[in-house]
């Protein structure tokens, strides 16, 4: 991997210097993912760093670690401190190859996607290990790959993470989504900083509101998994660092739930971290106090790359 099918874009260059790479990995017939990389060519910054890969959330896609407004840009980021990042779209959202059905757009097929990314990161990079950030479904996603694949995982950043259950019922939420024709539904608007990103800057929600708005058809499955909780069933195989960021406005991750997870993961103490946030919703890296997590990610991927010296 990659077949001959995958197309590899050229290497563009920022104003400010981050380079950026775009590819259509083709990981099954009918099935492209598209990954995003950012980095910053410098020898210095890439000696033994880890591959970070970006998993996003439901209803969203990658771009959103790549806001271009406010300072919330994830992967420049963590690009300028040193990071190589990858961030891709499951299958059945952004730029990646739509499902026949929204359906079946689920943790098993997201784990399949992720695990055709870390492939083929660890084919043109040779790297053996990676550090996962995830956000919401992401969040889930990362979780489930370390404690089946805990060898190939040094680090797992968990933002806005969903262990056993949500904060608030989400059952009338998801009996209207198992109704959506094919199996895709549309976010409002008006929904976006309500639900999401209440502690947002105006720019950052127009941002949102217009690339994940109501022209925006996103699959339901994986609001569907959240019937299915907990999707990390044996924490406790992975032994890895473990930064989670949650703010106390979010409505589906809970302080109690992100202790339950800290609890069951295999991870020393010292390894563990949780980062609660006061005034801030289900999206800390791109809302109010987007600067204390980006620092934060970046000082837990430095403590990671030092270990691997």
């Known amino acids: ?31 492209d993912l598209f990954i995003r990389e950012k980095w910053l060519d410098s020898e210095d910054t890439q000696k033994a760093a880890l591959p970070v890969i970006l998993l996003h959330g439901a209803g969203m896609d990658g771009a959103g670690f790549d806001v271009p407004v406010g300072d919330t840009s994830l992967a420049d980021a963590l690009a300028r401190q040193g990071s190589h990042t990858y961030a891709f ?92 024709p094919s ?36 699959p339901v499955g994986p609001y569907l998994q959240v019937g299915g909780l907990p999707h990390a069933k044996h924490p406790e195989r992975y032994h890895g660092h473990v930064l989670i960021v949650t703010g106390d406005l979010d409505p589906l991750a809970s302080e109690p739930d992100v202790d339950a997870y800290l609890q069951d993961v295999g991870s020393p103490i010292e390894h563990k971290r949780h980062l609660r946030q006061h005034n801030v919703g289900h999206m800390p890296y791109v809302e109010a106090q987007a600067q204390e997590v980006q620092q934060a990610i970046n000082q837990f991927i430095a403590t990671i790359n030092a270990a691997q010296q």
């Not at 197309?7 to 083709?26: A, F, M, N, Y």
């Open 183 to 218: 199996g895709y539904a549309f976010t409002t608007e008006e929904e976006w900083p309500e639900l999401f990103i209440p502690a947002a800057t105006p720019e950052v929600t127009a941002w949102h509101q217009a690339h994940f708005g109501t022209a925006y058809a996103y």
């Open 1 to 31: 991997m990659p077949t001959n099918q995958t197309r590899i874009g050229p290497k563009l260059k920022q104003e400010d210097g981050l380079l950026v790479h775009e590819t259509l990995l083709r990981v099954e017939p009918r099935v």
């Open 89 to 180: 779209d499951f299958r059945g959202h952004g730029r990646s190859s739509r499902a026949v059905d929204g359906r079946e757009v689920d943790i098993e097929s997201s784990v399949v996607d992720t695990v055709a990314v870390l492939d083929y990161v660890q084919e043109i990079t040779g790297a053996r290990q990676f550090i996962l950030v995830g956000v919401s479904y992401g969040s889930i996603i990362s979780s489930v790959i370390a404690e089946r694949s805990p060898e190939r995982i040094a680090g797992i950043v968990l933002l806005g993470f969903i262990y056993k259950a949500t904060a608030t019922s989400l059952d009338e939420s998801l009996q209207e989504a198992a109704q959506a």
